[in-house]
C-alpha cells in the first residue's frame, strides 16, 4: 500500500523552515518474499569457511513466503565451490535454544530460475538442529537456505559452512 508523509520543519524561533511542509509518498509491501525473490537479491558471494550466529527472527533474518501458506525465518548464502569439493553444513540451536532446522541448496538454472538440489531435515532427533554434508556434483554458484522448519522455529543459533575434498568415489 502507498502512505503519503508530511514533514513540518521549523526552526529554533519556530517559524516553518523554507520548503515545508516536505511531502514523500513510501510503498510498504506486506507480502513476505520468497526464497526465489532472496536469492535474486544476494548480491556478494559468501567467502568459505563462513561462521556466524544467526538469530531466526530477528535482525538478521527475514521471513520467507515458502507457498501453500507457509512461512518461515531464514538466512540465505550464495557461494561458489570447485569441482571435487563437498559443503560441510552445521545450522544448530545455540546455548539453550532448541530449534528445528532446514537445509536447502539451490542451482540457478539457464532461464534464471531457482531448482531446489538437496533437501536435509535429518538430523533433528535430539532437536537443537540441523548438520549435513554435500558432494557438489559440479563446480559453480549454489545457493544455501539456512531455515527454521516453520515460522514458530525462532532463536539463536550457530551457523558453519565450509568446503573439503569430496570423498574419492570407488
Known amino acids: 500500500e502507498a502512505t ?6 521549523w526552526d529554533e524561533s519556530g517559524e516553518p523552515l523554507p520548503g515545508a511542509p ?18 535474486a537479491a544476494l548480491t556478494d558471494t ?9 538469530d531466526l527472527g530477528g535482525e538478521d533474518t527475514v521471513c520467507y ?10 538466512k540465505l548464502l550464495k557461494v561458489e565451490v570447485a569441482d571435487g569439493q563437498a559443503l560441510n ?10 530449534v528445528d532446522t532446514v537445509i536447502e541448496i539451490y542451482r540457478k538454472t539457464s532461464s534464471g530460475q ?6 536435509f531435515d535429518h538430523d533433528n532427533s535430539n532437536e537443537d538442529g ?22 514458530n522455529e525462532t532463536g539463536l543459533c550457530s551457523l558453519d559452512v565450509s568446503v573439503t575434498a569430496a570423498p574419492e568415489v570407488m
Open 4 to 9: 503519503k508523509i508530511v514533514l513540518m520543519l
Open 22 to 39: 516536505a511531502e514523500a509518498e513510501i510503498t510498504v509491501s506486506t507480502d513476505p518474499p520468497t526464497l526465489e525473490e532472496g536469492f
Open 46 to 54: 559468501t567467502t568459505l569457511p563462513y561462521s556466524a550466529e544467526v
Open 65 to 74: 513466503d515458502l507457498g501453500y501458506g507457509y512461512f518461515t525465518y531464514g
Open 89 to 98: 553444513m552445521n545450522f544448530r540451536g545455540s546455548g539453550d535454544t532448541v
Open 114 to 119: 531457482f531448482e531446489d538440489v538437496e533437501y
Open 130 to 151: 540441523e548438520s549435513a554434508k554435500y558432494i557438489l556434483p559440479e563446480a559453480g554458484t549454489y545457493y544455501l537456505a539456512f531455515l527454521g522448519y516453520d515460522e
